[in-house]
């Protein structure tokens, strides 16, 4: 693609649509997007803006704005968006809806306009896969999912890329759910099998956990030594998916530790005295090499996932370069 075609002039917006994230946005483009912001957030080069998140007395919705900095990658910007639970039955909408601004650093014009609802699965997905590739025991065979929600599958497809997975096993607490994660698993060749919790630790090497719970499934009596374990379905105060006392017996990874501690999995360890903040790695250290990461086959690694600002901003910048080097940037003079 010529340089001219990717120009973009001083008075352009870009914008892309959410009908042309899917087409545009791989799996791997924002495993590597996550992956570098996060080890920006690591180095210092980063950082995340307090997030807003209000209950606005109409539609029962949440709504709120993500943002934050990234100097290393000159991304600056903000996801506002949030839940709004009457969507699908009122409007044939789906109940998250969220758009991600980016602005231009030097000048602070308006650079983009992205839409947010694929990304924000992609980069979720992309956010416990980079946790596993860089955290789990190279030889793990077997993956195992806690939860079978919209989430789920995404996060599947992109953890089976990051080691040899040969078995899937999940637990659901919803079990009739599981049979469309069963098709998700199929459907990248890996074999299926729905189990009890005490089978899932006792055959995972690797567990995602991705529910919207506020009481713990998953206990530590279920998780064998030398498991890496992805808890991303805790992102507001007082839900949990795991017991506090896991925490504990691992070593604990996080995204942003401030974030881990208030509305993380960790919230509930960090609050009963169990593990101190200090004890909480960011998982960019460990990507830039600052801490070991897993340091023996019998560690149990712990991510807490509790999604940030930055990797909405990394992925949704992602996005316009692919939009502008394929030509279906669409802009608009602003
Ligand atoms: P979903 O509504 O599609 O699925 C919810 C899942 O939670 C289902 O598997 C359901 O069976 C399970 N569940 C519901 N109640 C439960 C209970 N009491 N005990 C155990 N499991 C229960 O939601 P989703 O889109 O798949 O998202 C799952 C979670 O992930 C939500 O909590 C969401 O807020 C969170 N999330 C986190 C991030 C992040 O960056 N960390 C990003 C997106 C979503």
Same mark, same amino acid.
């Given at each position: 693609?010529?340089?001219? *075609?990717?120009?973009?002039?001083?008075? +352009?917006?870009?914008?892309?649509?959410?009908?042309?994230? !899917?087409?545009?946005?791989? *799996?791997?483009?924002?495993?590597?997007?996550?992956?570098?912001?996060?080890?920006?957030?690591?180095?210092?080069? !980063?950082?995340?803006?307090?997030?807003?998140?209000?209950?606005?007395?109409?539609?029962?919705?949440?709504?709120?704005?993500?943002?934050?900095?990234?100097?290393?990658?000159?991304?600056?910007?903000?996801?506002?968006?949030?839940?709004?639970?009457?969507?699908?039955?009122?409007?044939?909408?789906?109940?998250?809806?969220?758009?991600?601004?980016?602005?231009?650093?030097? $000048?602070?014009?308006?650079?983009?306009?992205?839409?947010?609802?694929?990304?924000?699965?992609?980069?979720? @997905?992309? @956010?416990?896969?980079?946790?596993?590739? =860089?955290?789990?025991?190279?030889?793990?065979?077997?993956?195992?999912?806690?939860?079978?929600? =919209?989430?789920?599958?995404?996060?599947?497809? !992109?953890?089976? /890329? %990051?080691?040899?997975?040969? /078995?899937?096993?999940?637990?659901?607490?919803?079990?009739?759910?599981?049979?469309?994660?069963? +098709?998700? *698993?199929?459907?990248?060749?890996?074999?299926?099998? $729905?189990?009890?919790?005490?089978?899932?630790?006792?055959?995972?090497?690797?567990? #995602?956990?991705?529910?919207?719970?506020?009481?713990?499934?998953?206990?530590?009596? =279920?998780?064998?030594?030398?498991?890496?374990?992805?808890?991303?379905?805790?992102?507001?105060?007082?839900? %949990?998916?795991?017991?506090?006392?896991?925490? @504990?017996?691992?070593?604990?990874?996080?995204?942003?530790?401030?974030?881990?501690?208030?509305?993380?999995?960790? %919230?509930?360890?960090?609050?009963?005295?169990? #593990?101190?903040?200090?004890?909480?790695? %960011?998982?960019?250290? !460990?990507?830039?090499?600052?801490?070991?990461?897993?340091?023996?086959?019998?560690?149990?690694?712990?991510?807490?996932?509790?999604?940030?600002?930055?990797?909405?901003?990394?992925?949704?910048?992602?996005?316009?370069?692919?939009?502008?080097?394929?030509?279906?940037?669409?802009?608009?003079?602003?």
């Amino acid at each position: 693609m010529a340089d001219g *075609a990717t120009k973009v002039a001083g008075n +352009e917006v870009i914008i892309v649509p959410e009908s042309e994230i !899917a087409g545009l946005m791989t *799996a791997e483009a924002a495993f590597e997007a996550v992956e570098a912001v996060f080890a920006a957030m690591a180095a210092g080069d !980063a950082y995340n803006f307090p997030v807003v998140r209000e209950a606005i007395g109409h539609e029962d919705a949440l709504y709120g704005f993500k943002g934050g900095f990234d100097q290393a990658g000159l991304t600056l910007g903000l996801k506002a968006g949030g839940y709004w639970p009457h969507n699908l039955e009122r409007r044939n909408l789906i109940n998250h809806q969220s758009t991600v601004f980016l602005f231009d650093p030097d $000048s602070g014009r308006m650079r983009a306009m992205v839409g947010g609802n694929l990304l924000t699965a992609l980069r979720t @997905a992309a @956010a416990s896969s980079v946790s596993i590739r =860089h955290l789990s025991r190279p030889d793990s065979k077997v993956l195992g999912i806690v939860g079978a929600g =919209h989430q789920s599958h995404f996060q599947l497809r !992109a953890a089976a /890329k %990051q080691r040899d997975f040969e /078995k899937v096993v999940a637990w659901n607490y919803h079990p009739d759910m599981l049979p469309k994660l069963a +098709e998700t *698993a199929a459907a990248i060749g890996l074999p299926f099998e $729905s189990v009890s919790l005490e089978d899932l630790g006792a055959q995972a090497d690797v567990i #995602i956990t991705i529910t919207s719970a506020f009481a713990p499934s998953l206990m530590d009596a =279920h998780v064998k030594p030398g498991t890496h374990l992805a808890c991303m379905g805790t992102d507001t105060k007082g839900k %949990q998916e795991v017991e506090a006392a896991l925490l @504990a017996r691992a070593t604990v990874f996080t995204d942003e530790v401030a974030q881990s501690i208030s509305i993380g999995e960790a %919230q509930h360890a960090v609050a009963a005295g169990l #593990i101190a903040e200090d004890a909480i790695t %960011q998982i960019g250290a !460990a990507i830039n090499g600052t801490h070991p990461g897993r340091s023996s086959e019998n560690e149990i690694t712990l991510f807490d996932g509790t999604g940030v600002g930055l990797q909405d901003l990394a992925v949704a910048a992602k996005v316009v370069d692919l939009a502008l080097e394929k030509g279906i940037a669409q802009r608009v003079a602003f």
